[in-house]
């Protein structure tokens, strides 16, 4: 794993890279993970994670060899991270958090974790050529809906709506 892309930062989505971060420096790992997305997931990963107090400081340790480095991108802009090409769009939750599209070239698909309703991430996403799939999180079901909106997540209902705004044929997952 040469790069983690970070949706936002709540434990849910990033516990994992705990995990991470400690198995690659229990076995000397000697390239770093970059943990990438928008500037202020960045910084809330480095100052409120990876800090020595939650976990290791791990962009610091091993002395020499630090296990991860941080990339904060650019929103809206089409950057390049290893083999593929990454824009991150703001979408809306309640903490900052990004949708992401991806390709590599020819074809690509569009992620976002927790979201609610949206429009910046379908309005870039029109006109792409090659997009192959759309993977959206929902995390709640439709007796939640109150909840789902407070929380700004998806719901089934709210992922139908959600349809009409996203390029048309390509699959939802």
Not at 15 to 28: E, H, I, M
Not at 74 to 88: H, K, S
Not at 155 to 171: C, F, N, Q, S, Y
């Amino acid at each position: 794993i040469e790069h983690a892309l970070v949706s936002h930062s709540h434990l849910d989505h990033i516990a994992g890279l705990a995990y991470l971060t400690d198995t690659l420096a229990s076995f000397g790992s000697q390239r770093p993970v970059t943990l990438a997305s928008l500037e202020p997931v960045v910084e809330a990963l480095r100052s409120a994670v990876f800090n020595n107090v939650v976990w290791p400081d791990f962009a610091q340790i091993p002395e020499g060899s630090p296990v991860i480095k941080y990339r904060a991108l650019i929103e809206g802009v089409e950057q390049r991270l290893g083999d593929l090409w990454v824009t991150p769009i703001p979408v809306t939750h309640t903490v900052p958090a990004a949708g992401f599209i991806l390709h590599d070239g020819s074809t690509g698909l569009i992620y976002s974790g927790d979201t609610g309703p949206t429009r910046a991430l379908w309005e870039a996403a029109r006109g792409l050529r090659g997009l192959r799939a759309v993977i959206l999180e929902c995390a709640f079901p439709n007796r939640l809906a109150a909840l789902a909106e407070v929380a700004r997540h998806m719901t089934p209902d709210l992922i139908r709506r959600e349809l009409g705004k996203l390029p048309a044929d390509v699959p939802v997952l």
